[in-house]
């Protein structure tokens, strides 16, 4: 799978003025070549969750019992993946029929499928299996689920073998770390990524008993910010300048929550570097809990490969991810999110099972039911899809530019500031969100109103959508606004169109700004 960045236009050097104004110099700007090429890399992630989906029916065949109705439920099953995979490849034969409205009702289909199998497999599992003594007779009911490995266990107490082998995939595809720091770390799917950041919290405020301050990034996302003041003693909202003075400063701290990405209302974000270089010199006794949400910054952050093994003894760095975003591949299959924490506090056996009683206690785990929905954690498969996010934000990033210059919009931000901290296949990763300010538009209702606007009148084919969350496919837009709906914007995230389409989308969006 080859989606390494191939000599081709290039968005800062574009032509926008004569492009989006001049019919004709739109003809053959992209070589049909780099367009087919794309629809092919496409296509091959289709085959690959295509491949899944056929893994988990043979789960389903080996699992259940031989009766007539699991026969034809599985044949069933077959049929529907043999049409999508001789689909996908009359495609692969020929990519020019492939447009994107093709592609994505391909996806979609093979999207369904896996739901459906996923819920099959985990659909006899009981909540808390019984002991076997001896191999079952099929004739004989037992009180356990036909592919549950685990027994004699309750599932929320974080019972799942299931779950517990997708998080160690997961750790090992997703969170890059030294042999030593895995070995002094925790990792846990949960329901989703707020519930990753209470537990993460709540390791904190259980732990360590709220001894010293905690402080929050300004601008931190809203609701988790909430979250944070319902769970912890006063918190401190400080600007990073003033987080980097206090650690530098060496003083007392308990805890600290921050984002190296920006939500909206944009507030300048976290330097992580700086900060992280200031807590390897910080010396306390005390417990000092960093929590990340990495949410934005996802898998171009590698946050424990860079300094798990040079904090000092009493920091524990938590990572904490909405894995709905991007890990799912754009299929918005199941909430989820991940938490990841490390550190020498961590080297004990009973540390680690402290974390494990609290993911119990606030029934945080995922349920084995999601595990079945999602696609294998795969590295290699992540990173080509966001690096064709990344690609196609330079491009939108350039003809926001273009836009401020022409007048069309007032202004605009990025999610994430370019940095060398956070690299996608070598080039600075972008994020895939940018905040757009309209000339007319005061409110958020303003705002939503025009995205509603655009996209009822705009051709369905061109899957613009009105929605929001980010990591999609599809260009999703919506209205965000800050508290008391003040300090409104049009939130866009970028899909992973081929080039050509992009293009053809930005088209279209410029005239009717």
Not at 159 to 168: I, N, P, Q, R, W
Request: net charge negative.
């Amino acid at each position: 799978m080859d989606n390494k960045h191939r000599s081709g236009p290039v968005p800062d050097s574009w032509e926008w003025g004569r492009f989006l104004h001049d019919d004709q110099a739109r003809h053959g700007a992209v070589g049909l070549r780099t367009e087919l090429e794309e629809r092919l890399e496409d296509l091959s992630e289709l085959r690959w969750l295509l491949d899944g989906a056929r893994d988990e029916l043979e789960l389903y065949r080996d699992s259940f019992p031989d009766g007539r109705f699991e026969r034809e439920l599985a044949a069933a099953f077959a049929h529907q993946a043999d049409k999508l995979e001789r689909q996908t490849a009359a495609y692969e034969r020929e990519p020019e029929a492939c447009d994107w409205n093709a592609y994505l009702g391909l996806k979609y289909e093979i999207r369904t499928l896996i739901k459906q199998l996923g819920a099959v497999v985990a659909g006899s599992d009981w909540q808390s299996p019984c002991k076997r003594f001896k191999s079952s007779d099929p004739d004989v009911p037992r009180e356990a689920g036909y592919t549950q490995e685990e027994q004699n266990t309750y599932r929320r107490s974080y019972g799942s073998e299931a779950v517990k082998d997708y998080e160690a995939a997961s750790l090992r595809a997703y969170y890059a770390m030294s042999a030593e720091a895995r070995r002094r770390c925790v990792g846990f799917l949960t329901t989703s990524g707020m519930k990753a950041l209470e537990l993460a919290l709540a390791a904190y405020r259980s732990f360590t008993g709220e001894a010293l301050p905690a402080y929050l990034q300004q601008g931190f996302y809203g609701e988790g910010v909430e979250l944070a003041r319902l769970l912890l003693n006063r918190p401190t909202e400080l600007e990073p300048q003033e987080m980097y003075a206090k650690v530098e400063r060496n003083e007392p701290i308990g805890c600290l929550l921050v984002d190296p990405g920006m939500c909206w209302p944009v507030r300048p974000p976290v330097d992580l570097g700086r900060l992280m270089e200031g807590l390897c010199r910080h010396r306390q006794e005390e417990p000092l809990y960093v929590i990340v949400d990495r949410t934005l910054t996802t898998a171009a952050n590698p946050l424990f490969a860079k300094y798990a093994d040079r904090l000092p003894p009493h920091v524990v760095l938590i990572s904490v991810e909405s894995g709905i975003k991007y890990m799912q591949l754009g299929m918005e299959l199941a909430n989820t999110g991940f938490m990841v924490a490390a550190g020498r506090q961590l080297e004990q056996e009973a540390q680690r099972q402290s974390w494990v009683t609290l993911l119990a206690l606030l029934d945080a785990g995922a349920d084995p039911l999601t595990v079945r929905q999602l696609p294998v954690p795969d590295q290699e498969r992540l990173t080509a899809r966001l690096s064709r996010l990344n690609r196609n934000a330079y491009w939108v990033d350039a003809f926001l530019t273009h836009l401020m210059r022409e007048g069309k919009i007032t202004a605009y931000q990025r999610s994430v500031e370019p940095s060398d901290q956070y690299l996608i296949e070598g080039r600075r990763w972008m994020g895939s969100l940018f905040y757009i300010q309209l000339p007319g538009c005061r409110s958020e209702r303003d705002y939503q109103a025009w995205v509603d606007a655009f996209v009822a009148g705009a051709p369905e084919e061109a899957h613009f959508v009105s929605g929001g969350s980010f990591g999609f496919d599809t260009f999703r837009m919506n209205a965000v606004a800050g508290e008391l709906g003040l300090e409104a914007a049009l939130r866009v995230s970028v899909g992973r169109e081929p080039i050509g389409q992009l293009l053809s989308r930005l088209v279209y969006l410029f005239t009717r700004l």
